[in-house]
């Protein structure tokens, strides 16, 4: 073979592998670039999920033990009870396994009933006494903002 033919097909033979080479580590990379931001991704949600079962779990624990103090005292909590961090955080709780999920949204939906108990027209000679048919309604409450509130209780650590 003469050596120009030889010298030509070396150069291909070269080419071709350095182009190879190269495409297959521009490939690699992307996709440790890829499987780097899903990873960051990934850590900021779970973050983002740590934080708001935090701050709906406080919120709960809140109204628990206020309630509790209630029931001990059979007398009207003066505190706001409130589902504030509800409200911001849903849709980030939306990510947690539904049967947590709903336990939340459960506990969430009884302090909204505590609520509407605590405006209800009171009778006159004693206002701040909680009737017994109150009683039980509120115990009913507090117990499902405690299964919410240990549902959640997984997620905030």
Known sequence: MQVPILVGIMSLAGTIIGGSIVTVGNYCLAQMRQQAEDNKEAITRAGE???ACRLIETESTFVW???GT?????RWWHEELTTESWQQCKGVLADLPFPVWSEAALAVSAVQGLQRLAAA???TEHPEVVPEPFMRAILVHRDSIDVGRRALQPYSV
């Not at 209630?70 to 059979?74: H, I, R, S, W």
Request: glycine share 0%.
């Open 49 to 51: 999920l740590r934080k």
């Open 65 to 67: 033990v206020t309630v």
């Open 70 to 74: 209630c029931l001990e005292d059979n």
């Open 121 to 123: 027209p009171r009778p």
